[in-house]
């Protein structure tokens, strides 16, 4: 193909600002070979998700498209209602770990001309024998990286008398399971658990390397990216056998999976806290190196080119 490969990224816009996931992955992609536009859903539901298809079909005619990229089972599910360019669908997790979404991500998976999957858990959820790919979410290497831990401490103001754990994300996000991460560390001498809210991307990088573990109690999760992120940084991780955690992890120093025992989880993070003290921090960064955002996104338009072809 002698222009761009010309790709619509079909995505939800319902927070009023794209995922950073889909947002750092199509920055990623664009360069001389693949051209990207974005059409915004907004609309809640099944119903919501429906009333833009007069919109994307619209963009669709206007633009000599060569192919679709839907993020989630029902941006997939809506951008396949059109027949004349193919779909590729990208599943993150909440579209299929959940029943009540899991039926249209079906739907979608078998009308989609082919499948990017976040982890392999999920090939069984979907039934899946072919056409699908694993392509899990890529890490910014250039913005987590190890760093001095006492100086961004410093910056933090937090005590240097005191332990710091890290919670894997707002404490109001009820999947997140941050009952369980309170119970836990209530158990710790001299430990404190922080929210991971309201903090730009750079200072998630710097906060990361200033606690002593990030710990992730999840239910259900997709990655999650803030383990491959933590990792990226040297720091430890403790967590719950979610996602693809258990393959990141499984030779990685001072880098444990629990179960969900406050007790079990504690006595993770008092091992890491000790194992810290000795001076073994965590060496997940050479782990990680291989899902940078450019190896990804390699994987992907290997998976445009098939289906272009």
Known sequence: ????????VVCSYNSGKLSPF????VNSLRNSSVSVDYYKVVGKGVLGYLKNYKKLKQQIRANEYDLIHAHYGLCGLLANLQRSVPVITTFHGSDIHYLKNRM???VCSRLSAYNILTNKKQIELLKLSNSYSIVPCGVDLSEFYPMNKTEYRNKFNLDPSKQYILFGSSFDRKVKNYNLAKSATAKLKNVELLELKGYTKREVAALMNAVDAVLVTSFKETGPLIVKEALACNTPVVSTDVGDVKDLIQNVD???LTNYSPDDIAEKLATVIKNNQKGVRCNGRNTVEKYELQATAKKVKIAYSGVTQ
């Open 104 to 106: 249209f991500s079906f």
């Open 254 to 256: 001072n880098c444990y």
């Open 1 to 8: 193909m002698s222009r761009p490969l010309k790709v619509l």
């Open 22 to 25: 889909v947002r750092e992955q």
